[in-house]
């Protein structure tokens, strides 16, 4: 299984501009989980879908902000416009009630984002 | 407001010993706890879950305790290894919704 897939890895852009961060669950799952990590507020959570539909985006710090998932394999997360606080690592994990169960969150390797 | 705690400073430790890390939490009635590692580079993998029901738990070198009265988990390594020198999270979730509230991670170095 090749697990979570996360796209692009690094991403350097200037503020003002459009981020648009990449997401591939592992296959069958049907949770899907966006986290942002800073060293200042750790590891956080954004918003998280189920069976593609979103479910609590509460931790989606303001407007700026948007996620999707058109289907069971990909997901995005938009920030436009960008800031330089918006720096910081961005997870993508997904989960299945079946494999393992709902609770076990498996992560991809991370955006990190640096907004100049 | 909802507060989860562990030691922010690393903990260092000597080969062959064991690593004990704390996870204190308030204002949260978790349904389960678990514990991931996380190394540099790296997303967070999980390694333990406990159950609010559940005193302990067992995976090879890895022990985890939950006290529910003392809103407190312990973590322990025995043995340990340089190899187990990473980041350590511990993470409450609730059985409504599927959400994980992170703690902020303990730093384990394992001088060999």
């Known amino acids: 299984d090749a697990g979570v897939i996360q796209s692009p890895r690094h991403e350097v852009t200037e503020m003002g501009q459009e981020v648009t961060l990449r997401c591939k669950p592992i296959?069958?799952?049907?949770?899907l989980f966006w986290y942002r990590q800073t060293m200042m507020r750790g590891l956080e959570l954004l918003i998280y879908f189920n069976n593609n539909v979103p479910i609590d985006d509460s931790g989606m710090p303001e407007d700026r902000f948007s996620a999707k998932m058109p289907n069971a394999s990909f997901s995005t997360l938009k920030i436009q416009p960008s800031e330089p606080r918006d720096s910081a690592v961005y997870f993508c994990?997904?989960?299945?009630?079946?494999?393992?169960?709902?609770?076990?969150?498996?992560f991809g390797p991370g955006t990190r984002l640096l907004v100049l | 407001s909802q507060k989860i705690e562990q030691n922010s400073e690393a903990l260092n430790i000597q080969e062959g010993k064991t690593a004990t890390l704390t996870c204190n939490y308030t204002?949260?009635?978790?349904?389960?706890l678990q514990w991931y590692r996380q190394d540099p580079g790296r997303g967070p993998v999980f390694l333990l879950l406990?159950?609010?029901?559940?005193k302990e738990k067992r995976k090879e070198r890895l022990k985890v305790t939950f006290d529910t009265t003392l809103k407190q988990s312990l973590f322990h390594i025995t043995a340990s290894q340089p190899a187990d020198s990473a980041t350590y999270l511990c993470?409450?979730?609730?059985?409504?919704?599927?959400?994980?509230?992170f703690g902020g991670g303990t730093r384990l170095m394992v001088k060999p």
């Open positions: 994990a997904s989960s299945s009630f079946l494999a393992g169960g709902k609770e076990t969150q498996y």
């Open positions: 993470a409450l979730g609730r059985n409504a919704g599927n959400m994980l509230t």
């Open positions: 204002n949260y009635s978790p349904a389960y």
């Open positions: 406990i159950r609010e029901n559940e």
């Open positions: 296959s069958g799952h049907d949770y």
